[in-house]
Nanobody
């Protein structure tokens, strides 16, 4: 049984920083394609960042230079370091995993966390 547990929710001021963590059970981050998505009220889920098994990363344009996705295989944990946060970054953030290829499409991911709220004001 695979479970993704996110942590790091919080409220920060514009320009602040926050780090989200995702600790899976039942799968290895280094053997999976991982990603962070976010969803604001009334909007579709948006891919924020993705990381391949070979640690190659990709970001949506709106977060490039501000967010960093990484994984620690020893801790089996996925991270999203967010800096220079803006009010438009406010959303519920989800980590996602798949045994398949890395993608920006939500439908490509099989396993999802419960979501963690990030509020920037």
């Amino acid at each position: 049984h695979v479970q993704l547990v996110e942590s790091g929710r919080g409220s920060v001021q514009t320009g602040g920083s926050l780090r989200l963590s995702c600790a899976p059970s039942g799968l290895s981050v280094s053997d999976s394609s991982m990603a962070w998505f976010r969803q604001s009220p009334g909007k579709e889920p948006e891919a924020v960042a993705a990381i391949r098994r070979d640690d190659l990363t990709a970001y949506t344009d709106s977060v490039k230079g501000r967010f960093t996705i990484s994984q620690d295989s020893a801790k089996n944990t996925l991270y999203l370091q967010m800096s220079s946060l803006k009010p438009e970054d406010t959303a519920i953030y989800y980590c996602a995993a798949t045994d398949g290829l890395t993608s920006y499409k939500a439908s490509a991911y099989v396993y999802w966390g419960q979501g963690t709220q990030v509020t920037v004001s």
